[in-house]
């Protein structure tokens, strides 16, 4: 048992203060849980004569929660970089065989090793910015042997660092030069996906529903597996045109539709009706300099909860900060600075199924950020400043 005291505690529970804030407040930490949180005045008299950590009047916030990267790759795309400043656009570079198929390419070429490097080097920078829990996809691979890799180097992570990961399998982020989306879903992402499954790499499955990728019902037929076996799923949806994602992600329940720049009131709807969270990729739209934003006003007009996410990858959102999107979040899409740290703690959480973590509460893992500011807000205040003074992963001090 350990109190933390002589701190602020924004616990991102719902329905009482702003960001949940307790002033003057104490945690008690019971192993890898919280025990209790409160006034520092009310500590129960139980808990007086624990080890006290004193905090300094310092704030506390639930661990951040990445809930949307795709942080194992190889290659670089900085030539591309340099193509769209030259007037090329993310499609008509994706059509010419670069874009995702370049990183592929990389991909299927690195070492687990090397794709463990680099993926614990990309961990590391979040981890710096109080970030305890990371989703991250497969999706550059698109044959078994390359996505099954990504995911063991995925599922490799928390092994090293402290760093709770999921895993989430996205064979259908592109389909592979020289084959038909039919086929390669029915011979290669389909029969990845079953074995990825049986070997417990899965936990959830993605897809990416765009013209450049797969339709609605090439979607569907990939779902339709995921249910088959139990996992839940959400979808890269309406970020560069509306092709129906929207109900692909109410048909099944998707936990969350990310990016949906281009998603419609209808496809809110659908959304509300699903359950599912609107996840919200500023880093994307800021580096393909997109100009339609999401529809923040519709997501909380039909109460929607809208979480964020670096979408850290090679080629559209080469983002390593999770606090700078909260940042973009805010200036970019007009969230407020509360939607946004609610984005990146407890929606986040919602988006990737989680019931154990992205607040500040009895019986919650003791996933804890102290930051030197006095105001939670100042987390989406400053750009490439990070205030963070400490993590606590499973109870754990860094
Ligand atoms: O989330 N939208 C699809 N997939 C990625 C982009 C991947 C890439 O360009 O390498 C995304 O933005
Ligand atoms: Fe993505």
Known sequence: MRVLENLD????VEGGAPYGLIPD?????DGTQVAWVGPQAELPSDWQGCERVDLGGRLVTPALIDCHT??????SRV???EMRLNGASYEEIARAGGGILSTVI????ASEAELLRDALSRADALIAEGVSTVEVKSGYGLDVETELKMLRVA???????????????????AVPKGMNAEVYLEDVCLPALRQAHAEGLVDAVDGFCEGIAFDADQMRKVFAVARELGLPVKLHSDQLSNIGGAQVVEDFAALSADHVEYIDEAGVECLKRAGAVATLLPGAFYFLKEQQRPPVDLFRKHGVPMALATDWNPGSSPLGSLLLT????????GMT????LAGTTRIAAQALGFTDRGVVAEGMRADLAVWDAEHPAELSFHIGFNRLHSRIHGGRID
């Open 337 to 340: 600075p509360a939607e946004a």
């Open 25 to 29: 407040g104490a945690i008690v930490l």
């Open 79 to 81: 030539r591309e970089f």
């Open 106 to 109: 990389g991909t299927r070429e």
């Open 70 to 75: 795709h942080l194992v790759f190889a290659g």
């Open 9 to 12: 505690v924004a616990t991102m």
């Open 155 to 173: 599922r490799q992570i928390p092994q090293h660092r402290d760093l709770s990961v999921t895993c989430t399998f996205l064979g259908a982020h």
């Open 326 to 333: 909260m940042n973009m979040g805010c200036t970019l899409f």
